[in-house]
């Protein structure tokens, strides 16, 4: 055993140094596309809403009062609108995706008028008492609500010497009450809606509940699908959206920060901004 | 002549088409059940389907023989909804007939154990890939699906799941125990349900090829591999010869880090710690260099009809290279200390065992067939992709116990290795013939080796480049069947963890 704990202090300090700084990776593995849809044409818009394998670009109206609207929440990460329009569609080159209010996940342009981000009026505001209760130590509980199993590949990640969740006091929970959040993965299935339902009951308040992946935000290339009773908003209370197929590990280190006010939701599908 | 055209020569089968190494038969429904008796006694059945929709419903049966590059597809048309049971004279044939009835409504007449597979409450007269269901409102209420227990004196249950402890996926468990041993394991699969296969009907090629890359993370690519490749079959779109370098090296990438993955989660089951950390950080490796050759972790996005969307980048191909003198070194080193930690083997030895005898009817794939006696690998025995033009060796084992799995899984990470250095020793400057994806009507088998084992996806396509009707058969299909026998053949509560992570099944895989 000796020679274990000798390997492990050999192989020396791998964890990364975000939040503090900036981490390389972070540009190698995109998190989200960002749209500048004001660079298309109404031809160009067509055709790369063509090409799109979900619902995250979507053509509204006709060529004279219509336009284009992008969605982070539906992007599957599939780049094919980024290598067909490089000037309209880009990797974000950073991590921080997360969001708190689904509208800002969306962005449209409209051929009479320049871009237009579609922010949500009613912005979900997370409550600022469970914020505070939670900003040093954070217990989640994971629900597969009908993954691929990617996002649970990252989220298992999230405890290697790569990113080591605990330095930053977020712990997974196996038991609902002890938990604080409910980070949910999946298009909550028909046969995984009530487990789902019974573990959110379970849990003492207050509760934050966090949607991890397309999936469980919009359905992602699910989104209709007959046993798909998602997306989550639709079923419980979300307060934090995390987009991504499967959001990287840097990307839910972030969304959990956000969770509990330790970081900003600074991503606009347009382009970033101050913060919500 | 080879074991399967003696066979179907034999049996008098008619000759249903073609395509290389795709030999096609068809015959009378009553003559159906002989035939593929017959043939499961010379050869491997590697799948059975069901076509339902405007047509009469139609089975096929696909076989390999061992040591034979060619499949065997066997399909016989239906005059109504019932048909005799295979499952008698062929055990494997279980699973996929309780798919069938399931799924498509269609009755196995005689079968001994027609419970559900994986509907849990479900309107009787509604199979999901028969009913015109268009919004989730049209399901009525169901029918409770039975999970069976052991009753008897001092006998309890413990349930585990569906929603698990950690980041696992969904999946129920329920422990028959008389206080340490494990009587028996009851499981109830189905939670993750999403009937993929149905939601690409009449979509695309593309758009269908975006779900076969999302049936399973993991193994996004191999599914998405095999998909492609009975796509390109079916319309006869040849390859260019860097496009399939290009694959080999991302499905034996993948093969890596699911086997790191893996056996990172059997290290932290047994309590070893360090060895997981170690493990999960060779994994992460391997998916940053994937991220660095195709901008996803998961090598999503990277595959198309015809070749790939682009072509890998020279400077991450470079990277790559450097780094496996590198894995192989860690990779060595931790193997060397697993061997020499008793404590680690005491946990894996004769823990979870899955005897040759028992495994045998059940055609495993993958390191959990090797682990049996199964001497199958799609790599050797179908090659597809650039497998012709590298070596490697295959193990076989027949212990069938979690330090079986753990072996096969560390001689495979060191092929892998040798496979990757070879590909980047030779690699093609370029494709040579200009990428073809002009889409034919047409169907054909695809296959793959994914890190759990062979991969086999069915498609047949519409004039229009659209999928009609879409087949997987992913190897946790497979794999899950015997997996309740090996978690109670004499094993403790203690065990089970154990038994998971030396599994490694996916339930994404399975209950699509």
């Known amino acids: 055993m000796s020679r274990w704990i000798a390997l492990g202090l050999r192989s020396g300090v791998r964890t990364t140094r975000y939040p503090s700084h900036a981490d390389p990776e972070a540009e190698i593995a995109p998190s989200a596309v960002i749209a500048d849809l004001a660079a298309l044409t109404p031809a160009q818009a067509a055709e790369v809403a063509d090409l799109c394998p979900t619902s995250a670009i979507t053509i509204e109206g006709d060529r004279e009062r219509g336009g284009i609207a992008f969605d982070a929440g539906q992007c599957v990460m599939c780049g094919r609108c980024v290598r067909a329009f ?98 949910v993965t999946g298009v909550v299935t028909r046969q995984m ?13 207050p509760k934050i509940v966090v949607a991890a992946g397309v999936c469980a935000i919009g359905g992602g290339v699910f989104e209709g699908g007959f046993m798909v009773n998602g997306p989550l908003d639709r079923i419980l209370p979300v307060d934090v959206y995390v987009p991504g197929c499967p959001p990287t590990p840097l990307a839910l280190l972030h969304g959990l920060l956000v969770a509990v006010g330790r970081g900003a939701g600074r991503y606009r599908a347009g382009g970033v901004s101050d913060g919500d | 002549m080879t074991t399967l055209r003696d066979a179907a020569h034999r049996l008098g089968l008619a000759i249903d088409g073609a395509a290389a190494t795709e030999l096609r038969f068809r015959c009378a ?28 419903p139609s089975l096929t049966v696909v076989f390999e023989a061992v040591g034979e590059p060619e499949w065997l597809l066997l399909r016989t048309q239906l005059t109504g909804d019932s048909f005799p049971s295979l499952t008698p004279a062929t055990h494997v044939a279980s699973w996929y007939e309780r798919e069938i009835h399931e799924m498509h409504g269609l009755q196995p007449a005689g079968h001994p154990a027609l419970a559900r597979l994986r509907l849990h409450d479900w309107p009787v007269g509604q199979p999901p890939m028969r009913a015109t269901l268009d919004r989730r409102l049209d399901i009525g209420p169901g029918v409770p699906s039975v999970v069976p227990i052991v009753h008897g004196q001092g006998v309890f249950q413990l349930p585990l799941g569906p929603v698990r402890s950690g980041p696992q996926e969904s999946g129920e468990f329920l422990f028959n125990s008389g206080g340490e041993d494990l009587v028996a394991v009851s499981q109830l ?294 997996y309740a026998e090996a978690c109670a053949s004499g094993n403790n509560l203690t065990d089970y963890p154990v038994i998971e992570a030396s599994f490694g099944l996916s339930h994404a895989e399975f209950d699509r």
């Open chain 2, 189 to 482: 699969l189905g939670f993750k349900l999403r009937v993929v296969e149905r939601l690409a009907e009449g979509r695309t090629v593309d758009q269908a090829l975006n779900l076969a890359e999302r049936l399973a993370g993991v193994s996004a690519f191999s599914n998405a591999l095999a998909f492609v490749q009975a796509v390109e079959r079916a319309s006869a779109i040849n390859v260019g010869a860097r496009s399939r370098a290009a694959r080999t090296l991302m499905n034996e990438l993948e093969r890596l880090h699911n086997h790191f993955g893996d056996i990172s989660r059997l290290a932290d089951a047994t309590g070893l710690m360090v060895a997981g950390a170690q493990y999960a950080s060779l994994k992460e490796d391997v998916l940053r260099r994937c991220a660095e050759l195709t901008r996803h972790r998961y090598l999503r996005g990277i595959l198309a009809v015809g070749g790939l969307q682009a072509p890998l980048p020279a400077i991450a191909l470079q990277t790559l290279r450097r780094r496996l003198p590198d894995w192989l070194r860690r990779s060595e080193r931790l193997e060397k200390l697993l061997e020499e930690t008793a404590i680690f083997i005491d946990r894996v030895e004769t823990t979870g065992v899955l005897t040759r005898e028992y495994a045998a009817p059940h055609n495993l794939v993958g390191p959990i067939g090797r682990s049996t006696g199964a001497d199958r690998d799609c790599r050797r025995d179908h090659p597809y992709a650039a497998y012709d033009q590298v070596i490697f060796e295959v193990l076989v084992k027949s212990q069938g116990d979690a330090l079986a799995r753990l072996s096969i899984r560390l001689f495979e990470i060191r092929q892998s290795i040798r496979i990757l250095e070879q590909l980047l020793e030779s690699w093609p400057e370029s494709d040579e013939t200009a990428p073809s994806d002009s889409l034919a009507t047409g169907e054909a088998l695809g296959w793959s080796e994914g890190a759990g084992g062979e991969t086999l996806h069915w498609v047949a396509l519409t004039g229009d480049g659209r999928i009609a009707r879409w087949r997987a058969r992913p190897p946790a299909f497979v794999n899950w069947h015997p």
């Open chain 2, 29 to 56: 429904p009553e003559a159906f059940l002989g035939a593929v008796t017959t043939l499961a006694a010379e050869a491997v059945l590697a799948d059975l389907f069901a076509v339902t929709g405007s047509g009469p």
């Open chain 1, 86 to 183: 490089p000037g309209a569609f880009a990797f974000s080159p950073h991590p921080e995706v997360a969001v708190r209010s689904r509208g800002n996940l969306r962005v449209a342009a409209h051929w009479a008028g320049g871009s237009t981000p579609a922010v949500d009026a009613a912005a979900a505001e997370l409550k600022l008492r469970s914020q505070r209760l939670f900003r040093r130590s954070l217990h989640i509980r994971h629900v597969d609500a009908g993954s691929c199993n990617g996002c649970e590949s990252e989220l298992q990640l999230l405890g290697s010497p790569e990113y080591d969740l605990h330095r930053l006091g977020l712990f997974f929970t196996p038991t609902p009450r002890h938990a604080d959040a409910l980070l």
């Open chain 1, 193 to 205: 809606e009530q487990p789902l339902r019974d573990t959110y009951d379970a849990m003492p308040g």
